[in-house]
């Protein structure tokens, strides 16, 4: 009776999970061995995959070395200035704001995904392009400012494309903070600014590092961004990918950068997290 | 000014207005150094209001809050020699129970040696008997404990006050008598001055030696727990303090008695003073003594009997006054136990013991 219980509630569960698992599967996993395959094959003469065991795929690698220099630099440090911008947003909007126009204004936050990132980010190609703010300053004597393709450019693209996803989870966390924990940290004589360290800044690390690990993770992936407000100059590894699998259909050694982009990423992820969780971690318990 | 040395908190003419709502009014009220004093009344009376008006989370709209002999007016929470125990403690969830306790040592200029803050966090934790739980995490501590935890927080900085919004609230019957006799003792030993905000009247009859009665944003009255009990000034305070009869009655000019709305007429009681025209009198249970045999000025009907152990409450119908509740000790009625439902009972009490208002 019992086992056949357990039968059912497992057949159920199976049921419940097998969508997902079948997607992962086919969209995920399939294509990953793949792509792990065709990484240790060679370029079939007209473009493609023939299928051979090599390492020469890897030994490339450095001919890319500028665009996994450019994506494991630029995609943290957006995701970091990102951070810097989107906590005093989140945190205005979370504790300053008044409650009455809360929603409005976190609702503006959001509306910019309404429209495509395509589009936003070239409307930053002609803001930082020659008739853009470079012509305004060259109107009041300062010339020959370069703006566009260049870092600079990349990392503001990318912080206002990613703005949003990075306020969200710390307002959230931000929002449930108990406001008697501050006035607790005040009655304990704790000026503003120690309040902010000692008790909001730990207990909103659970939403900054949801934002932080979502935002990089995306970033490593970034492809427009660079693309249009980096120029040919500043490549990320999307670039690179696009470039090897589009133009020259060199599958073999787009598989490399990617297979190895992942193997970078998770573990980096790692490090990332066993800090995290021994800074925050057990804060978490407390908080989720 | 020359209370200055001897009251730790002062209220002079204070009101706290939130846009068009009053919260408090006409607020006057000295505790002197070392007081256990209780802001007592029912939830919305303003209580709450005033007590954070001295932690420094309100300001008033009008008059002064003085602790220690200074105007407080504009002076933030973190400058005030005060501490709080905040209602459900609001513990840091992230610090363990003696980086909680050391938070406020943090906090002081100059710095005190890390040494130093352990010793005297551990000093406050076993001050509240929770020596060797400085490592546990809040979320591992009962309710229970957690209350000392936030006692020994806002101890270990030596306020001038101690601040305690409906601190015993979360904890059960027992817990609550054992945690108020804690605190009574605690507050002797550290001879600093408590406040305690309550809507429970045992609570703040039990522990403080002022207790201060709030009623709709005002105080209706200050006074020891005993001469609240016992001289309340209002109907408002005989009935929120403890439990109590209310009787419709009539003192004519030139008479020397009072008659109840039954027609039955008793001797003017002291507290009567120069009441005239329809009143009401407020009698407590334990004042009345039941007797059987007829001779009582009040005769009635037991209605419901409740058997608290050493005591026992009446339900009575009095004739023509309606219900009247009694508290008696069991032993009471001499010739057996105790009364039973539906029995013919009088009511005996002295009429001195009558607490008159008028209607």
């Known amino acids: 009776m019992q086992a056949a219980m357990n039968t059912k509630r497992n057949l159920v569960t199976a049921a419940l999970v097998a969508p997902a698992a079948a997607w992962l599967c086919v969209f995920l996993v399939l294509p990953f061995i793949a792509m792990l395959v065709f990484a240790f094959g060679e370029r079939a003469p007209e473009g493609g995959y023939q299928a051979a065991f090599t390492f020469a795929q890897f030994a490339n690698l450095p001919t890319r070395a500028a665009a996994f220099w450019n994506t494991l630099v630029l995609a943290p440090a957006g995701a970091l200035l990102c951070l810097l911008v989107a906590y005093p947003v989140a945190y205005y909007l979370a504790v300053k704001a008044n409650p009455r126009y809360r929603l409005i204004l976190v609702s503006l936050v959001v509306v910019p995904f309404w429209t495509s990132l395509l589009v936003r980010t070239y409307a930053w190609m002609y803001i930082l392009g020659s008739r853009g703010i470079p012509n305004l300053l060259a109107m009041i004597g300062i010339e020959d400012v370069r703006m566009l393709n260049t870092p600079g450019a990349v990392l503001l693209g990318i912080v206002y494309g990613y703005l949003p996803l990075m306020i969200m989870p710390i307002y959230v966390s931000l929002e449930k903070l108990d406001r008697r924990l501050l006035e607790a940290s005040a009655d304990l004589g704790a000026k503003p600014v120690s309040t902010f360290f000692g008790v909001t800044l730990p207990l909103s690390l659970p939403g900054v590092m949801t934002g932080v690990a979502l935002v990089t993770i995306l970033l490593l992936g970034e492809y427009l961004i660079p693309q249009l407000l980096g120029g040919g100059k500043v490549f990320f590894i999307g670039n690179a990918l696009v470039d090897l699998f589009l133009q020259s259909r060199n599958w073999p050694f787009g598989s490399a950068i990617a297979v190895t982009l992942v193997a970078v990423v998770v573990v980096v992820l790692m490090v990332a997290m066993r800090i995290a969780w021994k800074v925050a971690g057990t804060r978490q318990v407390d908080l989720v | ?359």
Do not use: W
Request: hydrophobic share 40%; glycine share 10%; net charge positive.
């Open chain 2, 1 to 359: 000014m020359t209370s200055a040395s001897t009251n730790d908190i002062e209220f002079r003419s204070v009101a706290k207005r939130y846009g068009s709502v009053t919260a408090v009014s006409d607020i006057n009220l000295a505790v002197p150094k070392g007081a256990f004093v209780a802001l007592l009344g029912p939830s919305g009376c303003g209580k709450t209001t005033c007590l954070r008006m001295i932690g420094g989370f309100e300001q008033p709209s009008e008059g002064t809050v003085h602790v220690g002999g200074q105007p407080m007016n504009g002076v933030p929470a973190y400058r005030r020699p005060v501490n709080m125990v905040f209602q459900q403690y609001a513990l840091f969830p992230h610090l363990d129970v003696e980086q909680n306790v050391a938070y406020g040592l943090k906090q002081m200029r100059p710095r005190i040696a890390a040494a130093e803050i352990a010793r005297r966090a551990q000093e406050a934790l076993a001050m509240v008997r929770l020596g060797g739980f400085g490592k546990r995490r809040i979320h591992e501590m009962s309710g229970g404990q957690q209350q000392r935890v936030a006692l020994a927080r806002a101890i270990v900085n030596k306020p001038k006050v101690l601040l305690l919004d409906e601190p015993l609230a979360a904890l059960d019957k027992k817990l609550r008598t054992v945690m108020q006799i804690e605190l009574q003792s605690l507050q002797r030993e550290l001879g600093i001055t408590f406040v305690l905000v309550t809507h429970d009247q045992e609570e703040a009859l039990s522990m403080s030696d002022l207790v201060c009665v709030m009623s709709t944003g005002r105080i209706v009255q200050i006074g020891p727990p005993q001469e609240i009990y016992d001289r309340p000034a209002s109907l408002f305070v005989a009935d929120f303090v403890g439990k109590t009869n209310r009787i419709a009655a009539r003192i004519d000019a030139g008479t020397n008695s009072i008659r109840l709305a039954n027609g039955v007429g008793l001797a003017k009681p002291a507290s009567a003073n120069g009441t005239l025209g329809a009143a009401t009198v407020a009698l407590r249970p334990e004042a009345i003594s039941l007797v059987r045999g007829g001779t009582a000025t009040l005769q009635g009907t037991v209605t419901h009997r409740i058997f608290l152990g050493s005591s026992v409450e009446y339900s009575i119908e009095v004739d023509g006054l309606g219900d009247f509740l009694v508290t008696a000790d069991r032993r009471s009625l001499n010739e057996s136990d105790l009364a039973e439902p539906g029995e013919r009972i009088g009511l005996s009490f002295d009429p001195n013991a009558l607490h008159v208002f008028p209607a």
